[in-house]
């Protein structure tokens, strides 16, 4: 089992960065594979980006691709999402989830999940 905690959130301009964290508990943060999801008002939950747990593959949502970089530390048990030149649409509510596996990127397929960070984008 793992924990994990988000921070970084808040509010930023259009066009501005962000870059979100998330610690992980424990000690097999690396045998997860990490991901970040977000959740609109309003709107389903999605995925926004994933890495396998060396961090030798990532994958990443069509709508952030080329703005959006997950990385992870696995000796400091996190994971980092860096937001670049963020969109109104961008706003939501991000979360830091775990998994075991590397398949399909449907949030149902997540085990773990911190208590997510607010992320708003004003334009």
């Known amino acids: 089992q793992v924990q994990l905690v988000e921070s970084g959130g808040g509010l930023v301009q259009a066009g501005g960065s962000l870059r979100l964290s998330c610690e992980a508990s424990?000690?097999?943060?690396?045998?997860?594979?990490m991901g970040w999801l977000r959740q609109a008002p309003g709107k389903d939950r999605e995925f926004v980006a994933a890495i396998t747990w060396s961090g030798g593959m990532t994958d990443y949502a069509d709508s952030v691709k080329g703005r959006f970089t997950i990385s992870r530390d696995n000796a400091k048990n996190t994971v980092s999402l860096q937001m670049n030149r963020l969109k109104p649409e961008d706003t939501a509510v991000y979360y830091c989830a775990a998994r075991g596996s590397w398949s399909n990127h449907r949030p149902s397929e997540y085990d773990y999940w911190g208590q997510g960070t607010q992320v708003t984008v004003s334009s």
């Open positions: 424990g000690r097999t943060f690396s045998r997860y594979v």
